[in-house]
């Protein structure tokens, strides 16, 4: 079946870093536009990042921009999100997501078509 395991997620300093992974699998990845959305205690789950099926086209929340680095690699079924910088308002549970349309992840992200579970991410001050 279709499935996105995340990994990566734990607890960080601020000014801290870390890299998340997300392994896809049961789809043909390299047709997908892949994201990575984070949702914190009490609020909407926000896109963080994002990038087409070859990676020339990335988009990033303003609150990560220069911070954050989404990447992919097609051989490994793999997307990573590298995360520089944090901040404690990073603290969320981080989920990968894929869907044919980089569009849908950007502006519809309740009509992405595949979710992995999330991982926790915790940044201290």
């Known amino acids: 079946q279709v499935q996105l395991v995340e990994s990566g997620g734990g607890l960080v300093q601020a000014g801290g870093s870390l890299r998340l992974s997300c392994a896809a699998s049961g789809l043909t990845f390299s047709t997908y536009a892949m994201g990575w959305f984070r949702q914190a205690p009490g609020k909407e789950r926000e896109i963080v990042a994002a990038l087409n099926w070859n990676g020339d086209i990335t988009y990033y929340a303003d609150s990560v921009k220069g911070r954050f680095t989404i990447s992919r690699v097609n051989a490994k079924n793999t997307v990573y999100l590298q995360m520089d910088s944090l901040k404690p308002e990073d603290t969320a549970v981080y989920y990968c997501?894929?869907?044919?349309?980089?569009?849908?992840?950007?502006?519809?992200?309740?009509?992405?078509?595949?979710w992995g579970q999330g991982t926790l991410v915790t940044v201290s001050s």
């Open positions: 997501a894929a869907d044919k349309s980089l569009v849908t992840m950007k502006v519809r992200y309740r009509d992405v078509e595949v």
